[in-house]
């Protein structure tokens, strides 16, 4: 009696997720499709190529700027995340915790900032940072990846802080730990996952980043990769380089695809099971 | 082992409320102490205060003569057990009880050796590599509680420990706590909120009421010897019952009956207001006193049962009878003009949840179970009038005991 009704739910959500799955990945389908093309096929409508080559890959690893753009996107990725994560972590765990002047302030500036349109600060710090000398500079974008992921660190991580029970953190002081030790070796291995978390987040939105990429930089001095890609030309005049483009784009997802499968383990719910009564 | 030396110790708040006000109590060494009152009464705010979690506003915290106020939780040497336990999740049962000798950057073998030490205490031995989400409530208990004694501190600071067990894994641990303080004979400062834990573990309990203290004392004196209202109704299970009594000449109108104004009674009635004493059984135009008399259900018998024992009686109906093995418990209904209101009973009354925590309309009496009592029928109650307190209803003080005293 009762399966009727659940096989029909369970077709249905079925549906919905395949369409759901199939218009998220069409496009990405589509663009592995066309890397993996050879120059002469690119037109001929089929989704799956009729003649592979690697000839792509092959030429976009041969160009310098392209390989200099990926250097640069995980250096500054990885140094804005850091730095964004340490200071993002500090934030959040006194807005959690403490109380001290200036808390609403804070938290009012920090949601400011995320809402603010990055197209209307383009010009303002281009002409600061050429009279700074960061026009061009890791740094000058280092800075303004910083500033925009911090509000999103902080509100994600203050978050997950609230989720840890203060006991906790009581039963630390109680057993000798330091303010910094009950921080270090109590609350920063359970707020973990939402670090980790965060720390996609993070990462991700550096990666992703065009605008102050383009308009910060000015060659491949500290350009990044979704960058360069801009600037890929084909082989000859008459050649559109839609496979090389194809091809970078591929490769620039994969770090992102890396990041998440290697913590995904990490980011599981229900760390902090157990520490107080179940 | 330490003497703690709480000195007028003071918590106010921000907003101005005052949670703990003037607690005045010296802990002796070794000594197990109980803090208990109903919720919101302070007791967990003294034992924060103690442990260094709360700062103290006024006053000051002494311990072996040190000035305590200012220092850290961790410079304190104090150990705590939380109602939730505040285990670490992502530890090991093992490094869980090792936290606090990592941090007092102890050696490692030592570390390994009081470890296992406490475990084998503790019966946790066999769980030392799990975590903590894989073990039962009691067993999370135990490891809280190896925690706390794994570095031998100078004090023992436990908040309701045992609130979060199941009523049979209570009793148990309850006994096992208290094994465990007196052979390692470290002060303990143990809050609850539970009268009969209070009753069992501690040395001397201190009853606390809205911040303030009621009375100090050990179990029994509280017990026998209440203060007040507040104290006679919050000590006892079932607690005592309060009644009504209008003092006229040489006796106390009750709803259960007359009872003889002699001795203790006429001395504690007799101190206040109009000179009685001077006069006794005299002056029928004088305004009847009113008073609260408070009975214990233990000072009830069977009628049937009592042979030349000199007391008052009382015959009602039994409404209810619960047999609990080696005594029954018989409640009988009173009229509405038995309702005792008074302010000091209220609490009480709230954190019992019930209307057996006195005050209400039903009387409680504790028989012995070879009564022939039975529900529906009417029963010849005796009781003890050497047991009967009375309590000014105003401020709630014993009038017997102060008399006495």
């Not at chain 2, 208990?36 to 003569?65: Q, Y």
């Not at chain 2, 009417?378 to 050497?386: S, T």
Request: hydrophobic share 45%; glycine share 8%.
């Amino acid at each position: 009696m009762m399966e009727r009704p659940d096989r029909k739910r369970v077709t249905s959500w079925v549906v919905i997720n395949t369409v759901v799955v199939l218009y998220a990945m069409i496009p990405v389908l589509w663009i592995a499709s066309l890397s993996f093309k050879d120059p002469s096929t690119f037109t001929d409508g089929s989704f799956i190529p009729r003649k592979w080559t690697l000839d792509n890959y092959a030429g976009i690893f041969e160009n310098d700027d392209f390989v200099r753009g990926l250097v640069n996107s995980i250096g500054i990725g990885l140094i804005s995340t850091f730095v964004a994560i340490v200071f993002g972590t500090m934030a959040a765990y006194a807005i959690a915790r403490l109380t001290f002047p200036g808390k609403r302030l804070l938290i009012g500036v920090s949601l400011l900032i995320a809402m603010f349109p990055q197209i209307s600060l383009v010009s303002p710090l281009f002409q600061i940072e050429r009279a700074l000398g960061l026009f061009n500079t890791w740094p000058g974008l280092i800075l303004p990846y910083i500033t925009f992921a911090l509000p999103l660190t902080i509100y994600t991580l203050s978050a997950f802080f609230r989720e840890i029970p203060w006991e906790l953190e009581k039963a630390a002081k109680m057993d000798g730990a330091t303010p910094f030790q009950a921080f270090w070796q109590v609350i920063v291995p359970l707020a973990a996952p939402g670090m980790v978390t965060t720390a996609i987040l993070a990462f991700i939105f550096c990666w992703n980043d065009f605008l102050f990429a383009i308009s910060l930089t000015s060659s491949n001095a500290a350009r990044t990769a979704p960058a360069t890609i801009s600037f890929f030309t084909g082989s000859t005049q008459f050649e559109d380089p839609t496979g090389s483009i194809s091809a970078a784009a591929v490769v620039i997802t994969i770090p992102i695809v890396i990041f998440v499968l290697f913590f995904q383990r990490r980011i599981v719910a229900g760390l902090t099971s157990g520490a107080v009564k179940g | 082992m330490a003497e703690i030396v709480l000195d007028q110790v003071t918590k106010r708040y921000a907003d101005g409320t005052v949670a703990v006000d003037n607690f005045d109590v010296r802990i002796a060494e070794g000594e197990f102490i109980i803090l208990v009152g109903p919720s919101g009464c302070g007791k967990s705010t003294t034992l924060n205060m103690i442990a260094g979690l709360e700062d103290i506003t006024e006053g000051e915290l002494r311990v072996d003569g040190r000035r305590m106020n200012d220092m850290a939780p961790r410079d304190r040497d104090m150990a705590m057990v939380f109602q939730s336990y505040a285990l670490y999740p992502h530890m090991t049962v093992r490094e869980n009880i090792a936290f606090p000798l990592k941090l007092a950057k102890l050696d490692k073998a030592v570390v390994d050796e009081k470890v296992e030490r406490a475990a084998a205490l503790l019966d946790l031995t066999p769980y030392l590599d799990r975590k903590p989400a894989a073990l039962s409530g009691g067993q999370r208990q135990r490891v809280a509680m190896g925690r706390a004694i794994v570095r031998s501190p100078k004090a023992f600071l436990m908040d309701e420990p045992l609130s979060n067990l199941d009523a049979k894994l209570r009793v148990q641990m309850r006994t096992s706590i208290s094994r465990l303080q007196k052979s390692l004979g470290t002060t303990t400062v143990y809050v609850t909120h539970d009268q009969t834990e209070a009753m069992t573990l501690g040395d001397r309990i201190v009853i606390m009421r809205a911040g303030v203290i009621q009375q100090v004392g050990p179990p029994q004196e509280l017990y026998d010897h209440p203060r007040n209202l507040f104290v006679a109704g919050f000590i006892g299970s079932p607690s005592m019952n309060f009644l009504p009594a209008e003092v006229t000449g040489d006796s106390l109108r009750t709803p259960i009956g007359d009872i003889p104004l002699e001795g203790r009674l006429r001395r504690a009635v007799g101190g206040r207001g109009r000179d009685i004493e001077e006069a006794p059984g005299e002056a029928p135009g004088e305004a009847p006193k009113e008073v609260i008399a408070g009975i214990r259900p233990e000072a009830f018998e069977d009628a049937a049962l009592v042979h030349e024992r000199a007391g008052g009686s009382f015959t009602g109906t039994v409404d209810l009878l619960e047999s609990m093995g080696p005594e029954k418990l018989a409640y009988f209904t009173l009229d509405a003009r038995a309702v005792v209101h008074s302010a000091h009973l209220e609490e009480v009354a709230k954190d019992a949840g019930s209307d057996e925590a006195g005050g209400g309309f039903q009387l409680v009496a504790q028989l012995d179970p070879k009564s022939g009592a039975r529900r529906g029928e009417p029963l010849r109650l005796w009781f003890d009038c050497e047991a009967v307190h009375l309590f000014d209803p105003e401020s709630g003080e014993n009038l017997t005991e102060r008399a006495s005293g």
